[in-house]
Structures are given as C-alpha cells and as structure tokens.
C-alpha cells in the first residue's frame, strides 16, 4: 500500500480504532466499527472516469470541489433501474472520511494538505422518519405477552430500557451482575454510556427505602442477579443462558423474538424493542416535567440536539400544553 494514497489513510485510521483517545475512552464497538467500513467501501472503491478506484489516488489530489461532487454522485443509488437516494449513508461516509483525515494527518502532517475536504460540508439529515415510541400501557403488554411467550429477559430488558433510558446494546452486552447492587452500592445500579466510556451509579430506592422505579423492576433483577453467583452478564437467553449476542455485537436475536411478542400481543407493528426503551422512557419523562438538564443527565446525552432525537411529541402532552393556553385565556378575560 503507498503511502500518502487514500487507500493508505483509511488503513492507518483502521489502526486508531481500538485505541483510546481525548475524546473516546474506549475502543470503537463493532457496529461504528462497521458503519465506518461502509463509509471507506464506499468512498474507497469508487471507480473514477480513468477506471481506477479513488483509493490509490493520493490525499493530496482532493478538493471540496472534487468531494462535493463525490458526494452527489454517491447519494443515489441504481435499484432495478431506479435512482434511490441513500442519504444517510452517504452524510456517514463523509463522516467517517472527515473523521479519518483529522485523525491521520495530525500524525502525518506533512503528507496532507492544510485544509481537510470534507470539513464543513453542510450535511443535511434527509430522515424525517421519527422512531416511533410506545406508552406506558404497551410497555405493560409487550412484558405480559414476552413473559406469556416465555421470554421473561426481554420484558425486564425493556423495562430497564424505560426506566433507565438504556440502550439496547448498553442492556444485553455491558450490564453486569456487578453493576447491580455490588456490596459497596447495596441500593444503586450502574447506568452504562459505553459510546462516551462512562456511567452513573443511578438510586433504586428513596430516603425512606421505597422504590423509585417500577417495583417489578427491582424485583426481577434482584431475582436475575442471584443466578449470576459468579458474575459476567445480566440479561441472558431464556431457554440456554448465552448471552443474547452473536459475533459482532450482532442482537439480531433480540428484535426477531421481539418482533415475534409485538406481533403475538397485537400491539402496532412499528414499534421495536427501542420503541419501549429509550425512546419511550425518555419521551415519559419530558412529559413528566423533568427539566432539560435533568433529562441530560438521566439519560446521558452530551447535548440538547442529541437528546432531542428521544424526545416525542404525543397527544398527551399536546393537549395539556393546550388546556394550559385556555385556562390562561380564560383568566385573562374575567381580569379584562
């Protein structure tokens, strides 16, 4: 591989992948690891007009001219015959190629230019598709019908995934017996962020000892933890006790048997398992009146903008905001 090509860049970024950083505390996961790697194939394995690939150009012959364009080209895709905009694929690959760039030219700057290409592209989301987020009541369901259905480690799973706004792969891969109630935090659960490399140690129960989450909660994993004697992780297979992860951090296992109990309990086939975790927890939780910072700091969002991607508008929370408006305009007239 030469190096200064493109193809060599990625190869080196490759190599930062499992160390630690300032900004990143852990390796990458398998999945950005993955979604990265889409990025490069695509970026990489472009054939240009001379019918050699972008990869074995040098660094040095990029252009914001030359990226923008790459960029429109990329963005659709020929299906059947038909252009298909890829957009959120594409923005990531720009990503993954600015990102690259940062993190191989600081410890070869005499091989790239000064400024980086893909920097300041002005990316646009093209999703306007909102994650649909399930109440209260169908959280109740879903865990009735996956306890019915003999999947008693899904329904904890999504409860925890509401109450603690986890997700998913913080629930099935990084919470250990040992982050439940240890012998120096008896009444405390650890809540994980392994995308940013920290956590929390989240209260179980109030100054008087009650619970402050939904008692079945407590309940089922005080009765999960007393399997695990000698540690390793919480939420396993029912019928085998593996871990419901396969290679690569893969959980295809976890939204096949979910899918399965939201079809089973007739509840809306839209939702997934998220649609019970995170999403819903964190939309309950707004509507509760929790401010923005404690909101943050429940769910462990580094910012506003990402946290809004959790935070849903329902009925509910529309007609409060709007009883509120006639209550005031109703007070304001009898003062007129």
Not at 120 to 145: C, N, W, Y
Not at 279 to 284: K, M
């Amino acid at each position: 591989m030469i190096n200064g090509t493109i193809d060599w860049m990625f190869n080196e970024f490759r190599k930062t992948w499992k160390e630690k950083t300032a900004k990143r505390q852990r390796s990458l996961s398998p999945g950005q690891c993955r979604v990265h790697e889409t990025g490069i194939g695509m970026i990489a394995d472009y054939v240009l007009q001379d019918g050699k690939r972008l990869g074995t150009r040098r660094v040095t012959s990029l252009d914001t001219a030359f990226v923008d364009g790459l960029f429109t080209k990329l963005l659709h895709k020929d299906v059947d015959g038909e252009k298909v905009e890829r957009r959120t694929t594409t923005n990531h690959a720009m990503k993954t190629a600015r990102n690259a760039w940062n993190t191989v030219s600081r410890a070869n700057p005499g091989v790239f230019p000064l400024k980086n290409p893909f920097e300041k592209m002005g990316l646009v989301s093209g999703d306007t598709r909102e994650t649909p987020h399930a109440t209260f009541e169908q959280l109740m369901i879903f865990r009735a019908k996956a306890v019915e259905l003999g999947h008693p480690s899904l329904a904890t799973a999504a409860m925890i995934g509401w109450e603690l706004l986890q997700r998913k792969a913080h629930i099935f891969i990084r919470f250990e017996a040992k982050h439940y109630r240890p012998k120096d935090r008896p009444n405390h659960v650890y809540v994980i962020n392994y995308k940013t490399g920290t956590g929390s140690w989240e209260p179980l129960f109030d100054e008087k000892g009650k619970p402050l989450h939904h008692p079945a909660l407590v309940k089922e994993l005080d009765a999960m933890k007393g399997k695990r004697p000698t540690g390793g992780l919480m939420l396993r297979r029912d019928d085998s006790s593996r871990p419901w992860e396969t290679k690569g951090e893969m959980l295809t296992q976890v939204e096949r048997k979910c899918r399965e109990i939201i079809d089973a309990a007739g509840l809306p086939k839209e939702l997934t398992f998220t649609s019970f975790g995170r999403h819903g927890g964190a939309t309950e939780s707004k509507n509760s009146g929790l401010t923005t910072q404690q909101l943050k700091e429940k769910g462990q969002w580094s910012s506003e903008r990402a946290m809004g991607h959790y935070l849903h508008a329902d009925d509910e929370s529309k007609r409060e905001a709007q009883v509120k408006r006639l209550k005031r305009r109703a007070k304001r007239g009898r003062e007129a």
